[in-house]
């Protein structure tokens, strides 16, 4: 059984500092992985995906990276704003599963 | 194209009382699926259409809960006789065949009082 682990469970920086987000997942067979974003009491916002034949993606101050064998994934930030502020979510996809499973997230607080 | 739709954004119920919830997809998604998410938790499956075909249902989907995919457009999940730890967020998500990536709604927030 796929399990994802997202730690740490929270996180403060100051504005304008570069972070990274840790996400491991204990069976290395997976489809894809994707990073969202998620406001207090909203949806999940898509912010990057990765196929299992990918090292890293990026978009605009996001890169996310890959390392299938060792269960791992990050999500690095750069030049963090305020706005930034939100919990972020990793998900993997099994080879011929169409359900995603989901860590607990990371909630990222940015410091003016 | 707005995306995923989801209505009602927030419902509150009686326990015991039936409710049903509407997903819209985005238009040319094929592939739809639900979720529920309680408070510190990311979410968690609960089932999968492609076009009108539940493919997949997991076991949190007990007798009490129902969804149906009619024509593979919208959707809907109905929860039979709620129960307080039915209170969760419940999201819609859809995706394409050529490109997995998941697109999710809004989402439902119910309360069971």
């Known amino acids: 059984k796929q399990e994802v682990t997202q730690i740490p469970a929270a996180l403060s920086v100051p504005e304008g500092e570069n972070l990274v987000l840790n996400c491991s997942f204990t069976d290395s067979a997976i489809y894809n992985l994707q990073w969202f974003r998620q406001d207090p009491g909203k949806g999940l916002t898509s912010l990057l995906l990765?196929?299992?034949?990918?090292r890293e993606q990026t978009s605009g101050r996001l890169n996310a990276s890959l390392d299938k064998s060792s269960g791992r994934s990050t999500l690095y930030i750069a030049a963090s704003q305020p706005g930034d502020s939100a919990t972020y979510l990793c998900a993997v996809r099994g080879f011929g599963n169409e359900k995603l499973t989901f860590g607990t997230g990371t909630r990222l607080t940015i410091i003016p | 194209d707005t995306g995923v739709s989801q209505d009602p954004r927030h419902k509150i119920t009686k326990r015991g009382q039936n409710v049903t919830f509407r997903c819209d997809p985005i238009s040319e998604h094929n592939r739809l699926y639900w979720y529920r998410q309680t408070l510190g938790q990311g979410p968690e499956f609960l089932t999968y259409f492609q076009n009108e075909a539940q493919l997949e249902k997991s076991r949190l989907l007990s007798d009490r809960f129902s969804a149906e995919r009619p024509k593979g457009s919208f959707s809907t999940l109905e929860i039979q006789r709620t129960e307080q730890g039915d209170s969760a967020m419940y999201l819609c998500?859809?995706?394409?065949?050529?490109?997995?990536?998941?697109?999710f709604g809004q989402g439902t927030r119910l309360t069971v009082v």
């Open positions: 990765i196929q299992s034949s990918q």
């Open positions: 998500a859809s995706s394409s065949e050529q490109n997995t990536e998941a697109f």
